[in-house]
């Protein structure tokens, strides 16, 4: 899906013209994979505009930078007010908001010390991620056949540029294949997570998600779909989950910032459940977009900044 070009991308502290957005070619992101970064959604409630769940998501930016030894040359209270300065300037009341930490232009070795730590924000209209459709009709995907590294390789913890060469060939593979997304395996063999997003099986109306030590990255949202399925009074088990487990489940599904929540109707051509958005899919879509929509927000999970 296109970006849609807008006015303004912060900058180290400045708002840039989009089209002056630049590094230097020699920047140590651009040949190391360097950097740290968010996607994060501002919806359009009926209390007006406000960001979901920015304050759990800047903390994981931050860790994610503190695990790779980088320090964020901001605070996390001046991140968030550059963020909302950024969807105002471009005059936006839904967007999706991208920070992105990276290392600059200095030296040109693996060693990042000796480069500047910086920061941008860009934010854009975005649509549904996975297709208009998906939300409600599900998607096809397959089990890939790359894995997701072993947990003493890349730290999937952290949300590194890095980790998502591993995510384009996961992607890559489904889309040459006919899929709209892959689901990668851990190391011994049960299930991960997609490219970009956290999953959810459904057996007997019990939620089964993969724990973080299956290489999967804490997802903002995940951690939403547990608490609303809490609520809902469905268990949620974390579980090492067998590949042959996501075949004979009544109801499978993503979850992501992008992907929000997504139903899967086939994986690698097997028909899931009624091969589109089962029950307890629909029921914590309809709470998701409920508890971002309405306005009320009893999780306090919307900044609003109008």
Known sequence: MPVKKVDKIWMNGTLVNWDDAKIHVLSHVAHYG???FEGIRCYET??????FRLDAHLRRLFDSAKIYRTEIPYTQAQVTEAIKK?????KLKACYIRPLVYR?????GVNPMG?????????WEWGAYLGAEALEKGIDVCVSSWRRPAPDTSPAMAKSGGNYLNSQLIKLEAISN??????????????????????????DKTIYTSPLSSSILPGVTRDSVITLAGELGYPVVELAIPREMLYIADEVFFSGTAAEITPIRSI????IGAGHAGAVTKKLQEAFFKAIQSGKDKHHWLTPFR
């Open 46 to 51: 009926k209390k007006g505009s406000a960001i």
């Open 104 to 108: 600059g232009y200095g030296d040109v």
């Open 178 to 203: 006919g899929y709209v997304e892959g689901i990668a395996l851990e190391i011994n063999g049960t299930v991960s997570e997609g490219s970009g997003e956290n999953i959810f099986v459904v057996r």
């Open 268 to 271: 690698d051509k097997i028909v």
């Open 86 to 90: 950024t969807i105002i300037a471009n």
């Open 115 to 123: 480069c500047p730590v910086d920061v941008s924000i860009a934010v």
């Open 34 to 36: 360097s950097s740290w």
